[in-house]
């Protein structure tokens, strides 16, 4: 079993800034960590990606984030991170870590997305 901990969100003014991190943990073994990504979802809106991060490092953002947010990794710790400047209220939303995660059993491994339990961010004006 598989499990996803974030951590970081919070209530921030306008143009502050926050770190969110997310951390795998299994009680089996996890062979490999593909793509880590994190999404967002605002009231009344579908839940959109806002960064992703291949293993190799390569990057992508959703246009609205591109020179505010940056998404790491670290993978000796299994760890994804998003650090947001210069928030905005349109940020607003509760943030959820992805992870593609190839976990072994046995002789068999097993492929499939991983969602953390999602953490509030709050902008205010």
């Known amino acids: 079993q598989v499990q996803l901990v974030e951590s970081g969100g919070g209530l921030v003014q306008a143009g502050e800034s926050l770190r969110l991190s997310c951390a795998a943990s299994?009680?089996?073994?996890?062979?490999?960590?593909?793509?880590m990504g994190w999404y967002r979802q605002a009231p009344g809106k579908q839940r959109e990606l806002v960064a992703a991060i291949t293993s190799g490092g390569s990057t992508n953002y959703v246009d609205s984030v591109k020179g505010r947010f940056t998404i790491s990794r670290d993978n000796a710790k299994k760890a994804v991170y998003l650090q947001m400047n210069n928030l905005k209220p349109e940020d607003t939303a509760v943030y959820y870590c992805n992870a593609n995660i190839r976990t072994l059993s046995g002789l068999s491994t097993y492929t499939r997305d991983y969602w953390g339990q999602g953490t509030q961010v709050t902008v205010s004006s």
């Open positions: 299994a009680s089996g073994s996890i062979f490999s960590i593909n793509t």
